[in-house]
Structures are given as C-alpha cells and as structure tokens.
C-alpha cells in the first residue's frame, strides 16, 4: 500500500485511519497486515454473530467488542454504527438493530476493500 493518504478516515472516503495504525504499531507492512487481517476477521464474526443472534445480550456484546476495535484503528463510522447496534440492543430494540444491519454490514465491506481483503 503505497498511496498517500491524507489524515483521519473520513477523508477521501477512507474506512479506517490507517496512519493511526502506524502510530500504534510501527510503519512495519507485516505487522501492519496482520493488525488489519486481525481486525476484519474480528468485524466479520461481530457480524456474523450478530446476524445470527435472536438475544439482545449476545448482540450487545458483539457490537460492543467491535466499536472498541473500530476506535482503536479509527475506523470511525462503523465505531458510529456498532454504538448504535449496541444501544438498541441493550434497549432490546431488535428491529432497530435489524434495521442498522445492512449499514453495519456495508461498513465491514468497506472496511474489507481498504484492507484488500474482500475475499471470505
């Protein structure tokens, strides 16, 4: 990955701040894929998780374990969208949390194109 990118995620439409990642773990790219490998792969059982769960306290927590790791690597709208999930499932709003759903699963994909990881 040997583009530019400009600070924070929102710009150019990033998913995630990946200069954030830099900051925490060193400019090494084996490291720095397998944080971001590590990352999709914890966003993409939150999903699952989520998609699967009829219980709120088993959404709750799924949400809730990927807005801290989307806060960590700045990925900052699907942080956004997994403290919404989170909320309405602790209101045990399961058709917000449905409702939220396709945004959330949006959010991963675009998550898995930054990465370059698309394939499942």
């Given at each position: 990955?040997?583009q530019?990118?400009?600070?924070?995620?929102?710009?150019?439409?990033?998913?995630?701040d990946?200069d954030?990642?830099?900051?925490?773990?060193?400019?090494?790219?084996?490291?720095?894929?397998?944080?971001?490998?590590?990352?999709?792969d914890?966003?993409?059982v939150a999903?699952?998780?989520?998609?699967?769960?009829?219980?709120?306290?088993?959404?709750?927590?799924?949400?809730?374990?990927?807005k801290?790791?989307s806060?960590?690597?700045?990925?900052v709208?699907?942080?956004?969208i997994a403290?919404?999930?989170?909320?309405?499932?602790?209101?045990?709003?399961?058709?917000?949390?449905?409702?939220?759903?396709e945004?959330?699963?949006?959010?991963?994909e675009?998550?898995?194109?930054?990465?370059?990881?698309?394939?499942?």
């Amino acid at each position: 990955m040997s583009q530019t990118m400009t600070k924070g995620p929102a710009s150019h439409g990033q998913a995630y701040d990946r200069d954030k990642l830099v900051e925490l773990f060193g400019d090494d790219p084996a490291i720095l894929a397998e944080v971001e490998r590590e990352f999709l792969d914890t966003a993409r059982v939150a999903e699952k998780e989520i998609t699967g769960a009829t219980d709120a306290t088993t959404i709750a927590r799924a949400a809730h374990r990927l807005k801290g790791a989307s806060g960590m690597i700045g990925a900052v709208s699907l942080r956004q969208i997994a403290e919404a999930v989170e909320r309405a499932a602790k209101a045990n709003d399961l058709p917000s949390v449905r409702r939220l759903h396709e945004m959330f699963s949006r959010e991963v994909e675009r998550v898995a194109e930054q990465v370059g990881g698309t394939g499942r």
